[in-house]
């Protein structure tokens, strides 16, 4: 989907009275939006952009402006990236460390009590999505995105396993599986949306508000949909380890 029509989905003029102020510089996402009485910020990224270090301090500028000057305001990141920069510019730099930075940014605000949603309209790739849109709060995705962490034949050469083997691995497991659907299997993305709307954000970020005092469901939830059966219990686990 394109920005536009997003960004009109979400906020346009409708019987909840929506509206944005949302610009893009520099495939840098950035404004303030009202839902009915619900005013939000808006951080992401178009393109897909490649997220690198530049890129990574600038979404990092905007979450931490939020937490200082709007307590507690509701967040929205809006992905469409490739994944991480790759150069070795952008690696002798130290591009890891900036989106370390930006995870813990975000991290910050979920601490701060901000209710964070991110929503892929475009694609959602590697550590661009891991650091940025996957530390939300709730993770939503448009039936239409692409999320994947790596292409097969790029998982192949990497891990020196077949691509032939990978495939069926694939077939089995959303683990190893590229695409939004194993992806809600998994339990990181929250739901996937056939059509943006503001009643939709609206309601994913009451959710967010009424959850505050729960632990991250993400593996619980993927634990009930078979996509990651050993994330809950090994989990817990370790919570209990740690409380003795």
């Not at 178009?46 to 979404?59: F, K, M, N, Q, S």
């Not at 490739?82 to 989106?99: D, M, P, V």
């Not at 448009?142 to 790596?150: D, F, H, S, T």
């Amino acid at each position: 989907m394109q920005l536009n029509e997003l960004l009109t989905a979400l906020f346009g003029s409708d019987e909840l009275g929506s509206n944005h102020g949302v610009t893009v510089a520099d495939q840098a996402i950035s404004g303030t939006a009202r839902i009915g009485s619900l005013s939000i910020d808006v951080l992401g990224t178009h393109g897909p952009a490649a997220i690198d270090a530049r890129l990574a301090l600038t979404l990092a500028h905007g979450v931490l402006t939020t937490v200082q000057n709007h307590p507690e305001r509701p967040i929205l990141f809006l992905v469409d990236t490739s994944g991480q920069a790759l150069s070795r510019h952008e690696e002798l730099l130290g591009i890891n460390g900036y989106l370390a930075h930006l995870a813990a940014c975000i991290d910050l605000a979920r601490r701060r009590r901000h209710p964070t949603i991110s929503l892929v309209y475009g694609e959602a790739v590697s550590g661009g999505y891991l650091s940025f849109g996957l530390m939300a709060d709730r993770a939503f995705a448009l039936e239409n995105a692409q999320v994947r962490v790596m292409d097969l034949r790029a998982m192949a050469r990497v891990t020196k396993i077949a691509h032939e083997r990978l495939v069926a691995l694939a077939a089995a497991s959303p683990v190893f599986a590229p695409g939004a659907e194993n992806y809600l299997r998994m339990g990181a993305i929250e739901a996937l949306w056939p059509v943006p709307s503001a009643s939709l954000l609206q309601a994913a970020f009451r959710d967010v508000q009424a959850d505050r005092q729960r632990p991250d469901r993400r593996g619980d939830l993927g634990a009930e949909r078979g996509g990651r059966t050993l994330a809950a219990p090994t989990a817990e686990r370790v919570r209990s380890a740690g409380a003795r």
